[in-house]
């Protein structure tokens, strides 16, 4: 089972703030929805409940430390990342997203083997990091650039990395 992981991340590295995003960007809003369509979705209780309900036609598996949290039908809960592949694994998955936030990506990079980032291009203030990476270990293998514009606040590129 592949292990990919998908965010927005500014040049701070910032993902969030107050439990929710800090931009508008509509076209990576469609990236996201295109790349994980018909996925699994692994993420942290806190990303889950900052989207108010799951995302249509995904899977989500959400990882709560929290024993009685109930998730929609069709939908898991998990109480660890292991258990979170070792379900995927279960359902005979070929892929898996990480999907955020800030402490899922954190305890999750070891494990992951590619990654779809999107590099806004902005500082803004915000209180959710990604990790620091050690770029050594990924090589790019795409990348795309989004103009600034109406529909997104800040210009943008989405990178697909591979690790080395
Ligand atoms: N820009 C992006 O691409 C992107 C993507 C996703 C999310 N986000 C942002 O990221 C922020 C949320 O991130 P976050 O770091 O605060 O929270 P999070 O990673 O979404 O969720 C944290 C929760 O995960 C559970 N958890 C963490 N470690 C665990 C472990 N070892 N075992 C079992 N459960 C564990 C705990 O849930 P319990 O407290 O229930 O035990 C913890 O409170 C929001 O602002 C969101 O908008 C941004």
Excluded at 54 to 61: F, V
Excluded at 89 to 116: R, S, T
Excluded at 150 to 160: G, L, R, V
Aim: charged content about 30%.
């Amino acid at each position: 089972m592949k292990v990919s992981l998908i965010v927005a991340k500014a040049e701070n590295n910032v993902i969030g703030k107050n439990n929710d995003l800090v931009w508008k960007l509509s076209d990576d809003l469609k990236h996201f929805k295109r790349t994980t369509l018909g996925q699994h979705l692994i993420m942290g209780r806190k990303t889950f409940e900052s989207m108010g309900k799951p995302l249509p036609n995904r899977t989500s598996i959400v990882v709560t430390r929290k024993e009685n949290y109930t998730v929609p039908e069709g939908h898991y809960c998990v109480q660890s990342l292991d258990q979170a592949f070792s379900l995927g694994k279960k359902l005979g998955l070929e892929k898996v997203f990480i999907a955020g936030g800030g402490e899922i990506y954190k305890m999750a990079l070891p494990q992951v083997d590619e990654m779809v980032i999107t590099e806004v291009k902005a500082k803004p203030q915000g209180d959710t990091f990604f990790p620091e990476l050690d770029w050594e270990n990924w090589k790019e293998t795409q990348r795309e650039h989004f103009e600034q514009s109406e529909k997104n606040e800040y210009s943008f590129d989405i990178a697909f990395y591979k690790r080395k």
